[in-house]
C-alpha cells in the first residue's frame, strides 16, 4: 500500500521560511516524478511545484517561481518543499503526490497525471 506523509508545515509570519518533508512507503519513488499542491479554503487544489525521476528537471507556479525549491532524495524516499519569503497569499493546505505509471519520469504540473496523494500539511503565514 502506498502512503505519502506530510510534514513541516505550521504557522508563521511573513516573510518567514518553512520547509515541508513528504515520505514516501509502498513505492520506490526513483523512477516516480513528484509533485507538490496546495488548496486554499474555497478554491480549488492548484499546482505549486513538479520534480522529474532524478531531480534533474523542475517546474514552478508563476505565484511561487523564486521563493520556493522542490527538492528530493532518492536515497530517503523523500521529497522537500523549501518556502522562502512566504506570504499571507501563501496559505494552504499543501499536499504532495507521486506520478501516476503513465509518463512517470516525466515532471508535470496536471493534477490529473498524479495517482497518490498524501493526507496534507496546513501551512499559515500571517500578515
Known amino acids: 500500500q502506498v502512503r505519502l506523509v506530510e510534514s513541516g508545515g505550521g504557522l508563521v509570519q511573513a516573510g518567514g521560511s518553512l520547509r515541508l518533508s513528504c515520505a514516501v512507503s509502498?513505492?520506490?519513488?526513483?523512477?516516480?516524478?513528484m509533485g507538490w499542491f496546495r488548496q486554499a479554503p474555497g478554491k480549488e487544489r492548484e499546482f505549486v511545484a513538479t520534480?522529474?525521476?532524478?531531480?534533474?528537471?523542475?517546474y514552478y507556479a508563476d505565484s511561487v517561481k523564486g521563493r520556493f525549491t522542490i527538492s528530493r532524495d532518492n536515497a530517503k524516499n523523500t521529497v522537500y518543499l523549501q518556502m522562502n519569503s512566504l506570504k499571507p497569499d501563501d496559505t494552504a493546505v499543501y499536499y504532495c503526490?507521486?506520478?501516476?505509471?503513465?509518463?512517470?519520469?516525466?515532471?508535470?504540473?496536471?493534477?490529473?497525471?498524479?495517482?497518490?496523494w498524501g493526507q496534507g500539511t496546513q501551512v499559515t503565514v500571517s500578515s
Open positions: 509502498g513505492r520506490t519513488i526513483s523512477t516516480f516524478a
Open positions: 503526490a507521486s506520478r501516476g505509471e503513465l509518463n512517470r519520469h516525466e515532471a508535470s504540473p496536471d493534477v490529473n497525471t498524479y495517482d497518490y
Open positions: 520534480i522529474n525521476w532524478n531531480g534533474g528537471q523542475q
